[in-house]
């Protein structure tokens, strides 16, 4: 199984994801600059988190047009695997992979710590390994986190089973002091009608070992690695 | 030469942390009557386009593919000639 992983300029968490992909994990795992135009080779593509582009006008706004984006959706609607952490998640939503919006934190503060996931959803192959109900603790690092989705488009994610991860308490409650930036009903992740797409806020690379505090981070991969070994 | 003057602003409706917080700095300061506050963003853009529509039609397109984006945002614009 081999991923690539995208680079922009001002993404910042490309070389932890190669890091626990390849080292830690055993995956093959390869850099791709954004100014690539294919993206061929590649089982699973991340896009990272930073500042892509600076962010600047919104987060994602220019990355969406960087020139490897028509690859990538190209590559997600045959069915390629793709994950957006952070940054990722608000360019796969800018890019229309995924539906709704990340709107400043609700707190208007950067918010970094950790943070409590309850997994809503098993139905995308990197939650395929993972219990509904099961708590994730990784940590966040945004402000540009709260995420939004008009109420039709609620609704389909809610009745489709594509809300795939909430902010909780640990134990699993969705009280709002669990709710670290104001995201509409606790929204962390969420994917696409087909599940190949996904998008969190949280940082999985961040939390895949124990020397760093958590190794829940790895859990999204794991169902990969068992079924490339399978 | 025309000068767009481009606003963009959240959908009404969307939580607004920046104008609320502005909102109760204008009431402390004992500006009442202060119904409502948002802060958006103002992007200036001048057009070589000589012709007043198809400027106009350059920057809505420019609106709707880059400048706002039609999930959290609205957009207006107003056009001013330049020599």
Sequence with gaps: MRFGILVFPGSWSHQDFRHVLADVMGFEAEEVWHKATGVTGFDCLILPGGFAHGDYLRAGAIARFSPVMPAVVRFAERGGLVLGSCNGFQILCEAGLLPGALLRNASLQYRCQGVHLRVESTATPFTAGLAPGQILRMPISHGEGRYHADRETLARLNGEGRIIFRYCAPDGALSPDANPNGSLEHIAGVCNARGNVLGLMPHPERAAESLLGSEDGRLLFEELLARALG | ?83
């Design chain 2, 1 to 83: 030469m025309w000068q767009a003057q481009v606003v963009i602003t959240l959908k009404q409706g969307i939580l607004d942390p920046q104008g609320d917080t502005v909102r109760s700095a204008l009431t402390s300061l004992g500006f009442d009557g202060l119904a409502d506050c948002r802060v958006g963003k103002v992007i200036l853009l001048r057009l070589t386009e000589s012709d007043r529509a198809k400027a106009a039609a350059q920057v809505e397109e420019m609106c709707r593919r880059l400048l706002a984006n039609p999930v959290i945002e609205d957009f207006r614009f107003d056009l001013e000639e330049r020599p």
